[in-house]
């Protein structure tokens, strides 16, 4: 797996045995708290090699701060936030680069492994597979809201933080279980964007029902007092590139949830639509928090029905 697709890591085979996961991801403060950041940046980048079927191995720091105006006090409860979260999925915290920037960026390249013949993409979703979610939507907006002063961060912390820092890794478990035939995790584009980049990759309809999307306390309520995202006018964009069916009537907040760009968000997964609800039942079984089945993909043209 190269440039090729879309999808979230780079696989190089090995041997008939093994096949290297590569990936390289980094993001400026989500949040003020260092810890979180540390946390949040470590799980949103180790989430692409779950998300390939993968189990990491190694990671590297990236970081870029501002050491000049920032005290290295902040550096450091940063890379106590990764270290931890590294140490949580199983990998080893092998080093990393710093540089000097005027923004504190931080994140992970991370190595795993996966079978050759187990690897999971975002192109493999078949006809008649149902389409499940294990994390909500929102996040995006909410930042910007306790940034804007319109969400106090107590409110953040007591739920949307925790989710977010969360790994992947015991939902992509159970789902490997099951008829596996696709997966991406959801972040930047939204949950339009990546649904989109599915629907190309198998060269079918994805079907969404937007009443059964789970969405963080308090995400519609930002965008209804007129908070937004740099990202939602992109994504908005690129999807509107290619044909989007919206067969209900969504206020002009509720339409700006599915544009809402997520940082380590959950795993969508398709999988054979008989296994569905045994799917949710067993991630709920195995401590996901959110496991909802969203929509469906059914044989038509490339496209997305929002119903």
Known sequence: MGIETADDAAVYRLTDEIAMINTVDFITPPVDDPYWFGQISAANSISDVYSMGGRPLTALNVVMFPSKHLDMGFLKDILRGGHDKVVEAGACMVGGHTVDDEEPKYGLCVNGVVHPDRIITNAGAQAGDALILTKPLGSGVL???????????????????????????????????????????VTGFGILGHLLEMAHGCNAKVVLEYKKLPFYADALAMYKKGETTGSNKPNRAMVAKHHLDLQLSLSTAEEELLY???????????????????????????????????????????????V
């Open 260 to 306: 809402d760009p997520q940082t380590s968000g959950g795993l969508l997964l398709s999988v054979h639509g008989s296994q569905a609800d045994e799917l949710v039942a067993a991630l709920t079984a195995a401590g996901v928090q959110t496991a909802v089945k969203v929509g469906e993909i059914i044989e038509a043209p490339v496209g997305i029905v929002v």
């Open 143 to 185: 930042f910007n809201g306790v940034r804007s002063g319109k969400l106090p961060f107590k409110e953040l912390e007591r739920e949307t933080l925790p989710s977010l820092a969360s790994l992947n890794a015991k939902a992509m478990e159970v789902a490997l279980q099951y008829d596996l035939h696709a997966c991406t995790d």
